[in-house]
Structures are given as C-alpha cells and as structure tokens.
C-alpha cells in the first residue's frame, strides 16, 4: 500500500497562470478531502467527495477553485488564474469512511510568484 | 470563532523526557477527539482517537478525555528526537467534518 499519492510535489506557476493538482486516494477507500496549509491559517477544509460524488465544497475559495473525481482513483483541484495568496501546501486525504483515521498524502507545495 | 484551541504553540522538551499538549473545545457536539503529527515535508499521520471520558494509551502515547470540561491531552513519555514534529488535535461531531487546531509545534532536544 503506497498510501496517498500527490502529484507533483512542487508546482511553481505565474501569477494568473493555471495549476492542476493530482491525488491518488489509497484503493478501497471512499472519502476524498482537500486541505489547504498555510502558516498563517493553518489547516483549511477545501472540499470533499463520498464515492466520488462531491459533498462539500464550502471550503472552496469561489470562481477560481474547482474539484473533480472522475474515478475512484483519482481526484483533482484545479485552480485557474493563481494569485501570490494560493500559495500553499496542499493536501489529499483519504479514509474508509468518513468517520476514520484520514490518511494524508505528502502534499503539494504551490507558489505562485 | 475557533472552535479547538491547542497550547501551547510551541514546547521544548529534553530527550527522555515527558511532554504534554493541550486541546480545549468550544462545542459541546463534538464526540471524537483525534490526535495527528505532522514532520516537516509530510502530511499529517494519526496517532490516536479518542471518545470516552479517561486515558487511552498506545505504546508512549497517552490520550486523556475530559467531556465535562471538554478538555483532552497528549502525553509523550521518554520523548525521542523523532518525535519532533507538529502535532494537531482535531474534533469531530456527527458528520464527517474535522475541525482542526492550530497546531503545537514539539521539539525535542538531544
């Protein structure tokens, strides 16, 4: 079991430039969630996804942020015309139910200059 | 509103030694309580749950639940350098949704 798998590890992008984040939940598992890390803010709920069905996206900055899980295997965070504020860390988490131990992946550190 | 509250944000305690952390929620609702580390470059790991009233332990770790005062803690023993991380506590109700702390920062020092 590889565990949570985020991709890629770092993203460096412009400012008003695009970013595409992946997350490879951990097989059998069927909640989704996006934090978001900051010093300042520390951990932030973004979204999440039961069975791949979105449930809650009220953690979600509106307009520029969206989420997809178009299989149980993988799940993306798209954020369109980044700005200097989106840089973040930003993590996938994955549990059997939504009830049990979340099981985060390594994350993906975005700047955004 | 925050509605966990860690302290204190950072501590320092000598290899060997016993360290504690503190957890105090706002809101009666909550029914878990769960305890996560985070080391730098990593996301953050469960160490434990915790949702009745009284101590779990497992291994070095000891969680203690106070309901009434809606108080829990973490108690390292025989602390080592690894455990230098990040530890978050976070609350969780009827729904799926965790409520995160701010985050106690734990240095242990050789």
């Known amino acids: 079991n590889a565990g949570v798998i985020q991709t890629p590890r770092h993203k460096v992008t412009g400012k008003g430039q695009e970013a595409t984040l992946w997350c490879e939940p951990i097989?059998?598992?069927?909640?989704v969630f996006w934090y978001r890390q900051t010093i300042v803010q520390g951990l932030e709920f973004l979204t999440y996804f039961r069975n791949q069905a979105p449930i809650d996206d009220s953690g979600m900055p509106k307009e520029r942020f969206s989420a997809q899980m178009p299989n149980q295997s993988h799940s993306t965070l798209k954020i369109q015309s980044t700005q200097p504020q989106d840089s973040a860390v930003y993590l996938c988490?994955?549990?059997?139910?939504?009830?049990?131990?979340?099981?985060f992946g390594s994350g993906t550190r975005l700047t955004v200059l | 509103q925050q509605k966990v509250q860690q302290s204190p944000e950072s501590l320092s305690v000598p290899e060997g030694g016993m360290a504690s952390l503190n957890c105090t929620s706002s809101d009666r609702n909550f029914q878990y309580f769960w305890w996560y580390r985070q080391h730098s470059g990593e996301g953050p790991k469960a160490l434990m749950?915790?949702?009745s009233d009284g101590d779990k332990k497992e291994g070095r770790f000891t969680a203690h639940l106070n309901k009434a005062s809606l108080h829990v803690s973490l108690h390292i023993r025989d602390s080592q350098p690894s455990d230098s991380a990040l530890y978050f506590c976070a609350a969780q109700g009827s729904n799926y949704q965790l409520i995160w702390g701010s985050g106690t920062k734990l240095i242990i020092k050789p």
């Open positions: 749950s915790i949702f």
């Open positions: 988490a994955s549990s059997r139910t939504s009830a049990e131990t979340l099981y």
């Open positions: 097989s059998g598992h069927s909640a």
